[in-house]
């Protein structure tokens, strides 16, 4: 079982917003700037689309944007697209020295 | 362009070793930490461990589920970093990913295969 919590699945239509919560503790997310978000499609290896809570590597559309209050982090993608359709996972510091994930979030684009 | 490639994953029976490389281009090797991270068949990701770069002390942590059996390593000169598992378990069958980075787990390769079964 993951230290840190995320909905198993979300979906959405073409165009909406959605929202993928990662929850943990002041040990790992509340205690560091530290989080990042990763996006997995079916076969492939994962991407890094958010860093730092709130940074987005280059080439990462401004649709994706994360955020974070007190132990829980929130990923945003806006204008959602078909190839929106993955598993995003979290990923945060920690006071032990190590990082955990969370267990996953499928998305399906309706 | 940045790019890592993970190599060495293969069957193996339980209580063997396996040695897993990462080989990195496209960035100065020696300036990041690295990081390996495994999925087990249809499951999420897992954090396996780092290495600080030599400039920061070089420190290693690891997961508790493998700490003790896995040791990560690096060779600058080579631009590679290296995953030794020992005493494997069944457990341990996953697809093996090396990243750049550690807190932020920057850039993946693509992974590697490795199956524990008798």
């Known amino acids: 079982q993951s230290a840190l919590t995320q909905p198993a699945s979300v979906s959405g239509s073409p165009g909406q917003s959605i929202t993928i919560s990662c929850t943990g503790s002041s040990s790992d997310i509340g205690g560091f700037n530290y989080v990042s978000w990763h996006q997995q499609h079916p076969g492939k290896a994962p991407k890094l689309i958010i860093y730092e809570v709130t940074n987005r590597p280059s080439g990462v559309p401004d649709r994706f944007s994360g955020s974070k209050s007190g132990n829980t982090a929130s990923l945003t993608i806006s204008g959602l697209q078909a190839e929106d359709e993955a598993d995003y996972y979290c990923a945060s510091y920690t006071s032990s020295r190590t990082i955990e994930i969370g267990g996953g979030t499928k998305l399906t684009v309706l | 362009e940045v790019q890592l490639v993970e190599s060495g994953g293969s069957l193996v029976q339980p209580g063997r070793s396996l040695r897993l490389s990462c080989t990195a281009s496209?960035?100065?090797?020696?300036?990041?930490?690295m990081s390996w991270l495994r999925q087990a068949p249809g499951k999420g990701l897992e954090w396996v461990g780092f290495?600080?770069?030599?400039?920061?002390?070089?420190?290693?942590e690891y997961a508790a589920s493998v700490k003790g059996r896995f040791t990560i390593s690096r060779d600058d000169s080579k631009s590679i970093a290296y995953l030794q598992m020992n005493s494997l378990k069944t457990e341990d069958t996953a697809v093996y990913y090396c990243?750049?980075?550690?807190?932020?787990?920057?850039?993946w390769g693509p992974g590697t295969l490795v199956t524990v079964s008798s």
């Open positions: 290495i600080k770069s030599k400039t920061s002390g070089g420190a290693t």
């Open positions: 496209g960035f100065t090797f020696g300036d990041y930490a």
């Open positions: 990243t750049r980075g550690y807190r932020d787990l920057g850039y």
